[in-house]
Nanobody, 122 residues
Framework: QLVESGGGSVQAGGSLTLSCQAS???????MGWFRQAQGKEREGVAV????????YYADSVKGRFTISQDNAKNTLTLQMNSLKPEDTAMYYC??????????????????WGQGTQVTVSS
């Protein structure tokens, strides 16, 4: 089970931190974040290759978002800075198998959380 928290409303330029609490068997899976804006398809945002490992980001969030993982607490975090109105979306925590190549482009092999809403006003 994946449970997200930390969403909310913020003005442009502000920051939010999303958390995902994982329970159950996720060994061997990579963890990441996706988002879906109203009227648009869900898109990959960031993925991390295990705690302290390499992280990969969508071009739209590079330099502004940071993904991290704490295996001891079974948590995944997305620190979002310099938020823009176009970041407004439902954000989903996801777990999925390797390979890391194109992980953010694959959606049918993922296990999903319920999502948490992020709204950025101008």
């Amino acid at each position: 089970q994946l449970v997200e928290s930390g969403g909310g409303s913020v003005q442009a330029g502000g920051s939010l931190t999303l958390s995902c609490q994982a329970s159950g068997y996720t060994y061997g899976s990579y963890m990441g974040w996706f988002r879906q804006a109203q009227g648009k398809e869900r898109e990959g945002v960031a993925v991390i290759v295990h705690e302290g490992g390499s992280a990969y980001y969508a071009d739209s969030v590079k330099g502004r978002f940071t993904i991290s993982q704490d295996n001891a607490k079974n948590t995944l975090t997305l620190q979002m800075n310099s938020l823009k109105p176009e970041d407004t979306a439902m954000y989903y925590c996801a777990a999925g198998p390797p390979p890391i190549a194109k992980w953010l482009l694959r959606q049918t092999d993922k296990f999903w959380g319920q999502g948490t809403q992020v709204t950025v006003s101008s």
